[in-house]
């Protein structure tokens, strides 16, 4: 099928745009975008959308977090014949400038949130090292992906609130991934549950006033790792510095004790560069922390992400996280605000993360949901 797409001379098949190189179901392209109040720091905002076209499915999602109350609005629509737009229903996202500025938009929905918001890239991407992984001979993850830094202004609605948004006080990133990914299932409503072997999972944003901190790393024992990412990124369009890409890191996290899922207080965490440079950073967390499941990752209520809901179909609630319950449900997976550390420098950004059963370090939190 043709689309606008086919006008431009960037096609990689001898077939048409809304086509790519593999029918496998998990084939999914992603936008995802976080951003936080880091003056009041009492609000974090989540937005994605993704595409299935072996699935003919296009869903995302818009979430924001406020006083331990986390608003949720969740939408899909069947693809074709509009593959190449970034839209479902009042969910929209425009690209203004591309690797610098889109726009993000929620319109009139049941859920009472709503934004009109301008993403500008403050640091050149991260583009994260391919990854590729085998299972009992199958390829199950197959993905690029790159990520950024930058502010935000504009306008933010929910119900009994509303925001002027401002590149001074809302600070945010947002990363871009494409290819074959292996699902993640953690909706106590599925059939097949994921499991996990020993592991820690960081993904952080470290953003400072002229520099940014990006790593992503899955650690199955001290210095072995299945996944590594990371560089250190400077302003955007100044040149890049070679060597400033992660090689290890080194890390003693502290955690809540006391939770119903795995909460972070606060730690520190060394990186080691490619050049010998090294970079010792450390951390607090503020409350703001949206769920992703919030946003359907790992799937909630029966609903997986790439399931075929109908032409256009939407949905939407409101999690009071102060209960326990409910808290459970959202599980552990999320953006958390940190507050950095480095050297005399202070930033801003978040952290997913999760430790896997077995995992030889932070035993006391193990029991506890992994994501």
């Known amino acids: 099928m043709l689309t606008p797409w086919d006008e ?5 098949l001898p077939t048409t745009m809304d086509h790519v190189y593999t029918s496998d179901p998990n084939w999914t392209e992603r936008v995802y975008i976080s951003l936080y109040d880091v003056t009041n720091k009492d609000m974090i905002v989540g937005c994605g959308i993704g595409q299935y076209p072996n699935r003919n499915v296009q869903d995302g ?11 949720n609005f969740r939408a899909s629509r069947t693809l074709r014949p509009n593959p190449h737009e970034i839209k479902i229903g009042p969910l929209s996202i425009e690209i203004l400038e591309g690797l610098k500025r889109f726009r993000m938009t929620l319109g009139e929905n049941p859920s009472g949130i709503g934004f009109d918001i301008e993403w500008t890239g403050t640091m050149n991407l991260h583009e994260e090292e391919h990854d590729f992984r ?12 790159f990520d950024q830094v930058g502010r935000a202004r504009g306008q933010l609605q929910i119900p009994g609130k509303s925001v002027a948004m401002s590149e001074s006080d809302w600070w945010g990133h947002r990363d871009r991934s494409w290819g074959t990914r292996r699902p993640l299932r953690t909706d106590s409503a599925a059939s097949q549950q994921t499991t996990f ?3 820690l999972f960081s993904w952080s944003v470290a953003q400072f006033s002229d520099y940014a901190l990006h790593w992503r790393f899955v650690e199955r024992k001290a210095g072995r790792y299945s ?4 560089e250190v990124a400077r302003p955007l369009d100044q040149k890049t510095e070679p060597g400033w890409i992660l090689e290890r890191t080194e890390q003693e996290f502290r955690w809540d004790p006391t939770g119903v899922v795995q909460t972070l207080k606060g730690g520190e965490i060394d990186l080691f560069f490619e050049n010998g440079e090294k970079r010792h950073v450390s951390f607090v967390t503020h409350p703001p922390r949206w769920h992703l499941k919030g946003g359907g990752y790992g799937g909630y209520r029966g609903w997986q992400q790439g399931d075929h809901r109908g032409e256009y179909y939407c949905e939407h609630e409101v999690w009071d996280l102060n209960d326990p319950a409910i808290l459970r449900e959202a599980s552990t997976l999320s953006d958390h605000l940190i507050e950095w550390r480095c050297g005399s420098d202070t930033g801003f950004g978040i952290m997913e993360y999760g430790v896997g059963p077995g995992y030889y370090k932070y035993k006391d939190i193990q029991h506890l949901p992994t994501f």
């Open 8 to 12: 431009f001379l960037c096609h990689q």
């Open 61 to 71: 999602f818009a979430t924001v977090w406020h006083q331990g109350k986390q608003h």
């Open 134 to 145: 085998r299972s009992n001979g199958r390829v199950v993850q197959d993905i690029s992906r």
């Open 197 to 199: 072997a020993p592991f």
């Open 227 to 230: 996944y590594l990412t990371g």
